[in-house]
């Protein structure tokens, strides 16, 4: 079964633009008929050139798949990094790697009438434990989080989202300042804001009581100091983790904080290949790996992550902020990984997602439920991609 042609789109997403304002997705084609759908999340990475998009994943395509055995999948990730990559990790280029992978992933699971997970080990639980950024229709004001300006309201969104049977939920109450130069990442957090957050999380807390888990994120934004302060004030509320405390590309400082407070830390939602998820466990040692199948490498970089945090005891919590190819490829990983903590959804993985795939991924009361047709388990509707298209 030969690969003979890919087709890449770029999609505009309507607001409230859960899990961003665009999408990249990737299908490829072979000669037997089956083809294969993947996601690229790259996030801002194109910087709003997304002409680049299909360019570059055309180029990949006909320079190192088209004519080749599309179930060679170990073969091609590696011929694609040794030559497209020179061997160095490139997150840009890590993210058109991972459509690519989970599309050949489906298409083997598709020659083979099966799920994925069942390439990957088999089954090993009924029901996929879920959490979700807590995010309303209006989540900013005057160009800060809801999170970072009105604590009560905070509160009631959240209480909507354990009605509706969430057991975990994520917020950033450390303002983030996304789109703002006058400071420089990482920066010292001041007196007022520490005391905000505490303020904010105290308050969630006894709202939420001890049954629904805590996560906290930050986004990599503040130094190794102000990380210890904030992470050991954490400590009283049980988070269930403390999120990318200081930017991901310093290890070492990442494993400061790790030893320094007794919060569990959870990263690696920006790093890309086994290579660099290496260096993060030998040099930091987190509680809790996050790998994102959109950027990471895909299935097959995943599984091996996930395969090298067991024995550390890390647990695999894979992160998601993109469109619905990129969960159902983590659901399948989910699925089949002993060390599988929870996995992050964009709201229940319904809503705009149902209006581009062919049948709904199942969200019920917090837990997602591994998906059965064959591949990945998911297919997109061309129709409605075109009609979305920005290329």
């Given at each position: 079964?030969?690969?003979?042609?890919?087709?890449?789109?770029?999609?505009?997403?309507?607001?409230?633009?859960?899990?961003?304002?665009?999408?990249?997705?990737?299908?490829?084609?072979?000669?037997?008929?089956?083809?294969?759908?993947?996601?690229?999340?790259?996030?801002?990475?194109?910087?709003?050139?997304?002409?680049?998009?299909?360019?570059?994943?055309?180029?990949?395509?006909?320079?190192?798949?088209?004519g080749?055995?599309?179930?060679?999948?170990?073969?091609?990730?590696?011929?694609?990094?040794?030559?497209?990559?020179?061997?160095?990790?490139?997150?840009?280029?890590?993210c058109?790697?991972?459509?690519?992978?989970?599309?050949?992933?489906?298409?083997?699971?598709?020659?083979?009438?099966?799920?994925?997970?069942?390439?990957?080990g088999?089954?090993?639980?009924?029901?996929i434990?879920?959490?979700?950024?807590?995010?309303?229709?209006?989540?900013?004001?005057?160009?800060?989080?809801?999170?970072?300006?009105?604590?009560?309201?905070?509160?009631?969104?959240?209480?909507?989202?354990?009605?509706?049977?969430y057991?975990?939920?994520k917020?950033?109450?450390?303002?983030?300042?996304?789109?703002?130069?006058?400071?420089?990442?990482?920066?010292?957090?001041?007196?007022?804001?520490?005391?905000?957050?505490?303020?904010?999380?105290?308050?969630?807390?006894?709202?939420?009581?001890?049954?629904?888990?805590?996560?906290?994120?930050t986004?990599?934004?503040?130094?190794?100091?102000?990380?210890?302060?904030?992470?050991?004030?954490?400590?009283k509320?049980?988070?269930?983790?403390?999120?990318?405390?200081v930017?991901?590309?310093?290890?070492?400082?990442?494993?400061?904080?790790?030893?320094?407070?007794?919060?569990?830390?959870?990263?690696?939602?920006?790093?890309?290949?086994?290579?660099?998820?290496?260096?993060?466990?030998?040099?930091?040692?987190?509680?809790?790996?996050?790998?994102?199948?959109?950027?990471?490498?895909?299935?097959?970089?995943?599984?091996?992550?996930?395969?090298?945090?067991e024995?550390?005891?890390?647990?695999?919590?894979p992160?998601?902020?993109?469109?619905?190819?990129?969960l159902?490829?983590?659901?399948?990983?989910?699925?089949?990984?002993?060390?599988?903590?929870?996995?992050?959804?964009?709201?229940?993985?319904?809503?705009?997602?149902?209006?581009?795939v062919?049948?709904?991924?199942?969200?019920?009361?917090?837990?997602?439920?591994?998906?059965?047709?064959?591949?990945?388990?998911?297919?997109?509707?061309?129709?409605?991609?075109?009609?979305l298209?920005?290329?």
């Amino acid at each position: 079964m030969k690969l003979t042609k890919c087709v890449p789109y770029v999609i505009r997403v309507p607001f409230p633009h859960r899990g961003g304002d665009v999408y990249t997705f990737v299908k490829l084609e072979t000669d037997a008929g089956i083809t294969g759908w993947g996601e690229t999340c790259a996030q801002h990475t194109f910087y709003n050139n997304y002409q680049l998009y299909p360019q570059l994943m055309e180029m990949l395509f006909n320079e190192y798949l088209k004519g080749e055995d599309a179930l060679a999948r170990e073969r091609l990730m590696k011929k694609m990094y040794l030559h497209f990559l020179t061997a160095h990790p490139d997150f840009l280029i890590s993210c058109l790697f991972s459509a690519i992978d989970v599309a050949l992933w489906d298409i083997a699971g598709k020659a083979a009438n099966l799920p994925v997970y069942q390439l990957l080990g088999g089954r090993y639980r009924d029901r996929i434990r879920s959490y979700s950024y807590i995010i309303d229709d209006v989540d900013f004001i005057d160009g800060e989080e809801l999170w970072t300006k009105r604590i009560d309201d905070t509160v009631k969104c959240a209480l909507r989202y354990v009605e509706r049977g969430y057991t975990a939920l994520k917020y950033d109450p450390l303002p983030t300042h996304f789109g703002k130069y006058d400071r420089i990442t990482p920066w010292e957090l001041s007196n007022k804001e520490l005391d905000f957050a505490e303020e904010s999380v105290s308050t969630l807390r006894s709202a939420l009581g001890r049954d629904v888990d805590i996560i906290i994120g930050t986004h990599g934004q503040t130094t190794t100091a102000s990380s210890i302060r904030f992470g050991k004030m954490l400590e009283k509320y049980d988070v269930l983790w403390f999120e990318e405390p200081v930017p991901p590309e310093n290890t070492e400082e990442m494993g400061r904080v790790v030893q320094a407070v007794q919060v569990p830390v959870a990263t690696g939602e920006r790093l890309c290949f086994t290579y660099e998820f290496e260096r993060l466990f030998r040099d930091a040692g987190p509680a809790i790996a996050q790998p994102d199948l959109g950027s990471v490498g895909g299935i097959t970089e995943t599984k091996k992550i996930s395969a090298m945090a067991e024995p550390k005891y890390i647990q695999v919590a894979p992160h998601v902020w993109g469109g619905p190819l990129s969960l159902a490829a983590a659901i399948q990983i989910d699925t089949t990984i002993p060390n599988f903590l929870i996995q992050e959804t964009v709201m229940d993985g319904g809503g705009f997602y149902n209006e581009i795939v062919d049948e709904p991924i199942t969200w019920e009361k917090g837990y997602l439920l591994p998906l059965e047709r064959p591949g990945i388990g998911v297919n997109l509707r061309e129709d409605a991609l075109e009609k979305l298209s920005l290329i």
